[in-house]
């Protein structure tokens, strides 16, 4: 079974940054695509961002293109979303996801995290 456990968010003012981080754990965990998603308040969840197996791939949701990056340390199994330039209207529930296949723009994850909560705010 793989467990995923996100870190890393917080209270941010408008143009600030956060790191989120994604610890990954379980059998064959380092050849699974990973993958940020977000939910805000009465909104439905949507794709973020996602990166293949070897780290060699990603493939950004245009919310998060030029101002999000997504990484991996295949040594650590951990995925990294790097948030710049943040806005009011990135305020979410920010959840991380694994796959053996690599769901680019797809809710069809098969394992998920529990979240860690963003606020974007002056």
């Known amino acids: 079974q793989v467990q995923l456990v996100e870190s890393g968010g917080g209270l941010v003012q408008p143009g600030g940054s956060l790191r989120l981080s994604c610890a990954a754990s379980g059998p064959s965990v380092s050849s699974y695509a990973l993958g940020w998603f977000r939910q805000g308040s009465g909104k439905e969840r949507e794709y973020v961002a996602s990166?293949?197996?070897?780290?060699?791939?990603?493939y950004y949701a245009d919310v998060a293109e030029g101002r999000f990056t997504i990484s991996r340390d295949t040594a650590k199994n951990t995925v990294y979303l790097q948030m710049n330039n943040l806005r009011p209207d990135d305020t979410a529930t920010y959840y991380c996801a694994a796959d053996q296949f690599w769901e680019v723009q797809s809710l069809d994850w098969a394992y998920w995290g529990q979240g860690t909560q963003v606020a974007v705010s002056s």
């Open positions: 990166i293949n197996w070897g780290g060699t791939g990603t």
